[in-house]
């Protein structure tokens, strides 16, 4: 039940980005100049609650561009209309509707999906995850320096020791090649496939992790946060990787050579 509705509502969502992408629908700004919300993003997110709310009206729901619908439940769907709204924006296809589903706190479900690439990537606790049906599996590169790994910067630069730039520079300096695709939803589940062996990232919000972070757990990675401590997506940082690389990726982010 729970999961056809994961499915439902995510598909809703995505024919919305589908609809608007490359055509006209208004942006804005949120917190600050790039940070944006386009009109698609609440189409994406109206179409979702629908769905979710029709079949569990009494469910919470946490979801980015209208914050907590709190109800006294088991239950908390937390959605992520559109995750790469600039790439959205820019017309650029690699963007996502994310949606994780909690119950008593322990996240369950995962489903990403990517309309553009109709990539389908799906998690539920202790079943594994896919790729449009199919099993998939992190990668099992074991040395750091050989790694691809993937990241992402927050809107508001992070001027603290360590921070985005300063772990960015160590691993380029080394030639490690690092991208950044402007979706951490993405960014989780390539992982979780295999095409990256690693993803950090200094300051998400939970709707940005909580299905990808599940889908990577399931596909055999290791997500953590910063310090190395169980992932929790209610603080910001994570890394997630193939499990191999972690510790050698922790030590780099907490001030340790590569
Ligand atoms: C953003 C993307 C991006 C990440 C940012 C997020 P949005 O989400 O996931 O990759 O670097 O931290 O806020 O704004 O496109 O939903
Ligand atoms: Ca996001
Ligand atoms: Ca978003």
Known sequence: MIKNTLFEAIEAGSKELQKFFNGTFTVQ???????LVTEADHASEKA???????KHPDHFILSEETGEIKQDSNY??????????????NGIPL??????????????????????????????????????????SVSDEDNLL??????????????????????FEKLIRKAVPVRRLGSAALDLCWTAAGRFDGFYEHKLQAWDSAAGFLIV???GGKVTDLKGNTYNP???GIIATNGKIHTALQN????GDL
């Open 95 to 136: 963007c996502c509707v994310s949606i994780g589903v909690e119950k008593d706190g322990v996240m369950i479900m995962g489903a990403v999906y990517n309309p553009f690439m109709k990539e389908f990537f799906f998690a539920e606790k202790g079943k594994g995850a896919t790729l449009n049906d199919q099993k998939i």
């Open 76 to 89: 908390k769907w937390i959605i992520d209309p559109i995750d790469g709204t600039i790439n959205f924006a």
């Open 146 to 167: 050989k790694s691809c790994l993937v990241t992402g910067f927050p809107y508001q630069y992070l001027d603290s020791p360590n921070g985005p730039l300063q772990i």
């Open 48 to 54: 979702i609650f629908k769905v979710i709310q029709e």
């Open 217 to 219: 757990e399931e596909a």
């Open 234 to 236: 209610y603080q910001p």
């Open 29 to 35: 700004s949120k917190g600050s100049l790039n940070d």
């Open 252 to 255: 780099l982010m907490n001030g």
